[in-house]
């Protein structure tokens, strides 16, 4: 049982995301094969969507495609693409390069349809300054929170990752007084301790992990971005299912209790994507529970 090693350690200096989807008609099988030796699961993790699996009659235990909320408000987008490859590093320029070469292994039976690049903010912060991923389990909590196990061969050992890109509003946000910033996360934000007097709709509130039943707990390894004039987070957490983002994604949407994360006034999420990564083998990422 062997995780693809980024999923449990620090976020990199900078990182860039591709999203593919199936080409109609095609066979993916020799592509995912080629991909899946070229992915060392630590400078480039693999990510399989619901759709390529079902493309070649599979089933994965626990793999879905990103969940309709009709009822959320605001709206949470579904995206679902085939494919996604994170690819990690110093030096964005190298990333960009060896995403093309990647693309270009992809192509035969993958189209690249949006790339995402994004990098680490001062500690480990959103562009707003709060910082991100503070109550994220460590070393075996981790391991229990975000890798699957009892499932045998080819499953133990994969993740499963929910994947966001958020569109920050920085003038609503700027308009904010200190204290209403705060108060819409739920910390304080130079000390980032938790402010006790919160309103229930403040972030840390709707998402707390052990408030859940079962508890949700995931291991977020989300990073900002910038293109242009627009900027604001790519989320991503992984889990040994979706469930506890699901859960955390529904509270924050008002389906618990109607009340709306304090999030969402100042920024939204533009796409929204399930992928299973799977484990690693002995010549790359271990592909034996999809292609056969």
């Not at 449990?8 to 200096?13: D, G, N, Q, S, V």
């Not at 995301?17 to 070229?38: C, I, N, Y």
């Not at 080819?154 to 308009?175: N, R």
């Not at 304080?188 to 508890?215: C, G, W, Y």
Request: a negative charge; one cysteine or more.
């Amino acid at each position: 049982m062997t995780p693809q090693a980024a999923i449990l350690e620090p976020i990199p200096i900078h990182a860039r995301h591709l999203f593919f989807d199936l080409k109609p008609k095609s066979d993916p099988r020799e592509v995912l094969s080629t991909l899946a030796a070229a992915c060392d699961g630590r400078a480039a993790v693999l990510g399989i969507g619901v759709g390529v699996a079902a493309a070649l009659g599979r089933e994965i235990p626990n793999l879905r495609g990103f969940p309709q909320l009709p009822r959320a408000r605001p709206a949470i987008p579904v995206t679902q693409r085939a494919l996604w490859l994170w690819l990690r590093g110093d030096d964005p320029g190298e990333l960009l390069r060896q995403g093309h070469v990647l693309a270009a292994l992809a192509a035969p039976a993958f189209e690249l349809v949006q790339a995402i690049d994004s990098f680490r903010y001062r500690d480990f912060r959103d562009l707003s300054g709060y910082e991100d991923g503070t109550e994220n389990p460590q070393d075996e909590a981790a391991i229990e929170a975000a890798i699957t196990q009892g499932y045998g061969a080819g499953i133990d050992g994969s993740s499963f990752a929910a994947v966001q890109q958020w569109l920050h509003d920085f003038p609503a946000f700027d308009a904010m007084s200190r204290a209403e910033q705060d108060n819409h996360v739920g910390r304080e934000r130079d000390s980032n301790e938790e402010l006790d007097d919160a309103p229930e709709s403040a972030h840390v509130k709707r998402t707390a992990q052990e408030d859940f039943e079962p508890e949700a707990f995931v291991v977020r390894r989300s990073m900002p971005w910038s293109s242009g004039l627009d900027a604001g987070l790519v989320f991503l957490a992984f889990g040994r299912s979706f469930d506890a983002f699901e859960a955390q994604l529904r509270r924050m949407t008002g389906h618990d209790d109607g009340i709306i994360d304090g999030l969402f006034d100042f920024t939204r999420p533009l796409t929204g994507d399930f992928f299973w990564c799977p484990p690693m083998g002995v010549n790359g990422v271990d592909l034996a529970a999809l292609v056969v």
